[in-house]
């Protein structure tokens, strides 16, 4: 435990040094960049929860964001507040959906390929759906979207908006990351491995599987809808562009696994390097899409630890070799 939180004050050091380093007055764009990696890492970390560890394969992750960036517009507008006190709305829903999806997939018994066939088929229907109901939600031109700043701080000079949500942001990241370091330590963490491993060995011993699953399901989707909000801040409108599959869900599982599951790491790892791959293929938009398949393709045939588990491995082979070569003896020969 006393490590965990050594590993969590490591990331929170970071987030801190982040925007005194990088952010500078009048220039948003790399502002931007660091923003849309803690987005994304939290996004990654919530399906690191759920399909790393229990095998789920929630293809729906955009939808998810979009019930829940849509729910706090919303409430918002009809109820006359600030979208930051409906921001709580707008994940507890995302949560019932994920609730829902995740208990009939447990019941039914379906498997994973299963799970990820009809959470696709929902990202599709979701995202249809809104761009149907033009009365309610705007339609493709979606909903006017500007309230998750705090004023009288923006106004500042040296605190701008940016400011405000990338520490906002890296907040709700810290709090992702504590509770999932809080169920890996924990029961949760061990009836998820032995979901992982073996659901019929797993079942057999009395562990009500179902219930293991959908907690899981509800921790990811309730993170996934509170910060889905935090899209249409940076665009300026709440829009069913913004949460097309191939925007989030096909983004955030190359992040995964390229940095690797089943790891605190590895989430904000393939963040980084995917966001900032992303920026770079910016002038090629029209190939984008291909070239990001591909690199997921090749990365689940050839390279699905990632890139931390890459690192870890190494570096504990170099640390035995070195072991073992300060075990033979000769090995430190004194100086001439």
């Avoid at 939808?63 to 729910?71: E, H, K, M, S, W």
């Avoid at 906002?168 to 810290?174: A, I, R, Y």
């Avoid at 910016?282 to 390279?303: D, K, M, N, W």
Wanted: hydrophobic letters at 55%; zero cysteines; a neutral charge.
């Amino acid at each position: 435990m006393k490590r965990d939180r050594y590993h969590l004050l490591l990331v929170a050091g970071v987030l801190a040094a982040i925007p005194p380093a990088f952010f500078a007055p009048g220039e948003s764009y790399l502002a931007r960049v660091f923003i849309l990696m803690v987005l994304y890492a939290i996004l990654t970390t919530a399906l690191n929860l759920v399909f790393g560890h229990t095998d789920q394969l929630l293809l729906f992750t955009g939808a998810v964001a979009a019930i829940g960036a849509y729910t706090t517009a919303l409430t918002a507008q009809w109820l006359g507040i600030s979208p930051w006190f409906s921001l709580l709305a707008g994940g507890l829903l995302a949560g019932v959906v994920g609730v829902t999806v995740t208990y009939v997939a447990a019941i039914r018994e379906l498997t994973v390929i299963v799970i990820s066939i009809l959470t696709l088929a929902l990202q599709f229907s979701i995202i249809e759906l809104v761009n149907s109901l033009r009365d309610v939600t705007g339609g493709v031109t979606g909903l006017a979207f500007d309230g998750l700043t705090i004023p009288p701080l923006v106004n500042l000079p040296w605190f701008t908006e940016d400011i405000v949500l990338f520490y906002t942001l890296g907040v709700v990241l810290l709090g992702m990351l504590a509770v999932y370091q809080y169920l890996m330590n924990s029961r949760y963490g061990l009836a998820f491995e032995m979901i992982r491993q073996d659901e019929t060995a797993a079942k057999s011993v009395g562990l009500d599987t179902v219930k293991y699953k959908v907690i899981a399901g509800f921790v990811a989707t309730f993170a996934i809808g509170l910060v889905g909000p935090f899209f249409a801040q940076l665009s300026g409108f709440v829009s069913p562009g913004t949460y097309q599959f191939n925007n989030i869900d096909v983004l955030i599982l190359i992040m995964l696994i390229v940095g690797g599951l089943r790891t605190m790491y590895g989430p904000l790892v393939g963040s980084a390097i995917i966001i900032l791959l992303n920026e770079q293929l910016r002038a090629f938009a029209e190939f984008r899409s291909i070239l990001f398949g591909t690199l997921l393709v090749v990365l689940f045939l050839y390279f699905r630890d990632g890139v931390v588990p890459f690192v870890d491995d190494y570096l504990d082979k170099w640390d035995v070799k070195r072991r073992a070569q300060d075990l033979m003896p000769g090995s430190r020969a004194p100086e001439r």
